[in-house]
Every structure is written in structure tokens, then in C-alpha cells.
């Protein structure tokens, strides 16, 4: 199947990419060193320092410059797209620039992980789909949540092991605004293994993304697809 290579409209709020740093330097140190070195890149905006919680890790240091995020917590390295997702082109250069920073000092990486959230408000994802899901216990499948995890073959010749994929996909969550209904389709593809150096890491980061986007577009149905503005190679 042909497949976009964006969407105007792609209702993607969260563009999560996290990965495990093993190093003799502590998070302070790699955090500090990763700021000074984007700055020193002439970023415009410039990252700056906000403090704020999160359900998962508590409070911490948030670095962002308003398009791009990033934090260290526990040896774990978390990126985000900040406000609206960014286009992979843009965000995969934010990531290359990253760890070539990353490699200017003593560093392993493992455990990489790639999250994509995606909200519709109102829109019953399940009319969305591509195909049928059939209970015959509940014949009303709203308020229904179908989730499924499956392994994905990987890429031997650029050392990809074989990485998982979890999609879950809710109907009728109460939306941002308080006041109307969504629905969330959440993709995660990830792999808890070594990597041997940051192209090998970087290589894979581009092997996810490229698994998450498959996953999404056999998800969901042409006719939706074609109501999110897609744009395919070559127009």
C-alpha cells in the first residue's frame, strides 16, 4: 500500500523517543553537556531550564527551546516534539545532532523506545479502522479499549534486533477542552537490548519510526487517511 509520507492534519500529541545512557558521568553532567553544546550551535530559539512534574517520573529539569524537549532522569534520555509534532525530517536531525554530541564523550546505549500518541476529537476511532472489530458478547463496542502487542522482524545487516510493538486504541476519552469526547490511538515500538555505538542507535531510532508509521497507516482505514490531508511521494 502506498503510504503518506505526512499528513496536514496528523493529531499527533506526543512524539516521544527514549533510550537508557550508561556512562561514568552522572544525569547532571550529560544534561549540561547537551545544552551547552546545542546552544553553542547557534539554536535559535536557545534550550532553557523549567522545572515540572510528570506522572511517570516526578519532578525534573525539563530542557526545551519551544520546538524540541529533552530530559535525563535515572540514566534514561527522553525527547519530545513540544506544542505540535514537528515532521520527521526536522526531529531526526534534532536527534542526529543529539548523539553526535552524545559521542563526544564516554557513553553505551540500550533499552530504545518510540512512542506516538495520537488524539481525534470526536471521532469514534473504531469506525476509523481498517476492517471490522466484531465482539459478539458486546455488541456496543463504545467505551471499548483493544489493545495488542507483537513482535516485528528487524534488520540483521545494521544490527536491528527484532523489536516489539504495542498498539492500544481507546474510544471516548474525555477530551483536552473538557467538554466533548476522543478517541487515541497509542503506538509504542521497542527494543530492550545494547547498542554498540550511536550510528547503530541512530539507525534503529529511523527503523522505529518507520515500524510506528506502518502500524498506524494498516491501522486505520484509506477513506480516514484520506480525511487527515495526506501527501504521498513525488506530488
Avoid at 156 to 173: G, V
Amino acid at each position: 500500500m502506498k503510504q503518506p509520507i505526512y499528513l496536514d492534519n496528523d493529531h499527533i500529541v506526543e512524539s516521544i523517543i527514549s533510550f537508557k545512557i550508561v556512562s561514568f558521568f552522572n544525569d547532571s553532567y550529560i544534561v549540561s553537556h547537551i545544552t551547552e553544546a546545542l546552544n553553542r550551535q547557534n539554536t535559535n530559539p536557545q534550550f532553557n531550564e523549567f522545572n515540572t512534574d510528570t506522572s511517570k517520573y516526578g519532578n525534573i529539569s525539563l530542557f526545551s527551546n519551544g520546538v524540541f524537549s529533552f530530559f535525563i532522569k535515572n540514566g534514561v534520555l527522553q525527547l519530545n516534539c513540544v506544542e505540535k509534532y514537528r515532521g520527521w525530517s526536522k526531529y531526526s536531525k534534532f536527534l542526529s545532532d543529539m548523539l553526535e554530541i552524545l559521542g563526544t564523550i564516554e557513553v553505551k546505549y540500550k533499552d530504545l523506545q518510540i512512542r506516538y500518541i495520537s488524539i481525534f476529537e470526536e471521532i469514534s476511532i473504531f469506525d476509523k479502522i481498517d476492517g471490522n472489530v466484531k465482539l459478539n458478547a458486546f455488541p456496543n463496542f463504545e467505551n471499548v479499549k483493544l489493545s495488542f502487542s507483537f513482535a516485528i522482524v528487524g534488520n540483521p545487516e545494521k544490527s536491528i534486533r527484532n523489536p516489539f510493538a504495542h498498539i492500544e486504541a481507546r474510544n471516548w476519552i474525555p477530551s483536552r477542552n473538557g467538554d466533548e469526547h476522543a478517541s487515541v490511538v497509542d503506538i509504542t515500538v521497542q527494543g530492550n537490548y545494547e547498542f554498540n555505538n550511536k550510528d547503530v542507535l541512530f539507525n534503529a531510532i529511523e527503523y522505529y519510526h518507520e515500524q510506528e508509521k506502518n502500524i498506524f497507516f494498516s491501522f486505520i482505514s484509506n477513506n480516514f487517511i484520506n480525511e487527515l490531508g495526506p501527501h504521498y511521494p513525488n506530488e
